[in-house]
């Protein structure tokens, strides 16, 4: 099984909302990650979970917190997001850092 | 650092071959492959770990320069499933993309 999930689907929120996108895998992967795509873009890293501690946070802005509760599930939490924000919202897991990564299939999300 | 790929975009008929390349100004430790068709995510198709390493899979190959600055992928005798935008991809800790390649492939 190299599944990893990722809800919502879809997701419209306006600036002074607060949601959060919720990733999930049973393979045993110790990391996990979060990249925004915008389209015609390649994947941007986001975040870096390695054995539930946050590794990497490349410049994000503090309107996107991560959270990973457990070795299977990693949240991103949202507020106060900008238009420019929306993007697809991808989450990958891996064995460890550095080995292969298979991505979820995104949260498109639109800022209103 | 981002890896260049090039060319940007390749159009092909069924049953051509094309080449996508991938290079760095320094050493990388490994190279990751991935294809990703429109509205969806992206596909793994393969890492390439050592100096020299070639690896293939059916028609898609790869291979990584003895320096591991710069890494190849071999598409041989397209299908139309092919069609997409194909990603190389760098890495510490999380993955850099290149700007992608777009390839095309028609009947």
């Known amino acids: 099984d190299t599944e990893v999930t990722q809800t919502p689907k879809h997701l419209v929120m306006g600036m002074t909302n607060k949601k959060s996108l919720k990733c999930e895998q049973h393979?045993?992967?110790?990391?996990m990650y979060w990249y925004k795509q915008k389209a015609k873009k390649p994947p941007e890293l986001m975040f870096v979970?390695?054995?539930?501690?946050?590794?990497i946070n490349e410049s994000v802005p503090s309107r996107f917190s991560p959270e990973c509760p457990n070795s299977s599930l990693l949240n991103l939490h949202l507020h106060a997001l900008q238009p420019e924000d929306s993007a697809l919202y991808l989450c990958?897991?891996?064995?460890?850092?550095?080995?292969?990564?298979?991505f979820g299939p995104g949260t498109r999300l639109l800022v209103l | 650092q981002q890896p260049v790929q090039s060319p940007q975009a390749v159009i092909l008929r069924e049953g051509e071959d094309a080449v996508i390349n991938c290079s760095s100004s320094?050493?990388?430790?490994?190279v990751h492959w991935y294809r990703q068709k429109h509205g969806e995510a992206p596909v793994f198709l393969m890492i390439?770990?050592?100096?020299?390493e070639q690896k293939g899979h059916e028609k898609i190959s790869a291979s990584f320069n003895e320096k591991k600055q710069q890494s190849s992928l071999y598409l041989t005798a397209s299908q139309l499933s092919y069609s997409g935008t194909y990603f190389c991809g760098t890495e510490a800790d999380g993955l850099t993309f290149g700007k992608g390649t777009h390839l095309i492939i028609q009947p």
């Open positions: 320094k050493a990388l430790y490994s």
């Open positions: 990958a897991s891996s064995r460890l850092v550095l080995e292969t990564q298979y």
């Open positions: 393979m045993g992967h110790r990391a």
């Open positions: 979970y390695s054995y539930e501690k946050l590794s």
């Open positions: 390439l770990l050592k100096g020299g």
